[in-house]
């Protein structure tokens, strides 16, 4: 069901969905609609690739929970629950063992920096999402969290879940227990608002740290409206989070 669904994923978001829209225009080329399909999948292959499109997309993610100012958090009680983004599996630089991929790393490189300013403990959640790697997600972001400087007796991992459903699932039974209501979730900024519904529909009281931004924190130059491969890439990852967000409430509101 897992693979199933992100092969449908694949297809409708660019480029998989671009490229077969493209493609049926070619087929019904002589008709003007179909010669209409193509440049307009052009011209979409050309916005998405540049700055100020891919931040009209993932604005509205990323800033709709401010950063977290630590300052001014009320963090008593509570717990810093970091999400997995990936596993980098078989790296070859570290002797061929499983890692960590940049958004996954990112959002570890910032809950232990939150984790050493406040004290609190961490729950790394992760498993194996179509079997990357050898290792959960959860458990190799604890190891980095360890080898990062927190301490190890504060770092806790959840190694089972393969979405962001199953995370706030998974760690209210954990937390529980524990008696823990209050948490503070790190994730990427653009994976913020589905992460906090996930969470707050089990029940929690989150306080929002996102990190890893899309969204550009400069002044646009004549590069910004140059398409670029990499920006195509965060403008994907954005709609993928739009797609995420509209199933989630379908299949879990």
Excluded at 78 to 100: F, K, M
Excluded at 218 to 239: I, K
Aim: glycine share 8%; charged share 15%; aromatic share 12%.
């Amino acid at each position: 069901m897992l693979l199933a669904s992100k092969v449908i994923s694949q297809l409708l978001l660019p480029p998989g969905g671009l490229i077969l829209l493209a493609l049926i225009g070619v087929l019904f080329w002589k008709r003007y609609w179909g010669r209409s399909v193509v440049v307009v999948c052009l011209l979409m292959f050309w916005g998405l690739s540049t700055e100020p499109v891919r931040d009209a997309l993932s604005k509205p993610l990323e800033f709709k929970y401010p950063a977290l100012q630590l300052n001014n958090a009320k963090l008593e009680h509570s717990a810093i629950v970091l999400l997995g983004g990936g596993i980098y599996a078989n790296a070859p630089e570290y002797g061929g063992s499983d890692e960590l991929r940049s958004y996954a790393m990112m959002r570890t490189l910032y809950a232990a920096h939150v984790a050493k300013q406040t004290g609190l403990n961490v729950y790394s959640t992760g498993g194996k999402p179509l079997v990357e790697g050898d290792a959960a997600e959860g458990d190799v972001m604890r190891r980095w969290l360890i080898r990062l400087g927190v301490a190890e007796n504060k770092v806790f991992a959840e190694s089972y879940a393969n979405n962001t459903w199953q995370n706030a699932v998974y760690m209210k039974a954990i937390l529980a227990k524990k008696g823990i209501k209050n948490i503070v979730l790190v994730t990427s900024a653009w994976h913020m608002p589905r992460s906090v519904w996930c969470f707050e529909s089990q029940g929690f009281k989150v306080i929002p740290a996102p990190t890893d931004y899309l969204t550009s924190q400069r002044q646009y130059d004549l590069r910004s409206y140059v398409p670029r491969w990499t920006v195509f890439s965060d403008s994907g990852q954005a709609l993928h989070e739009y797609l995420g967000l509209f199933w989630y409430h379908l299949k879990y509101g």
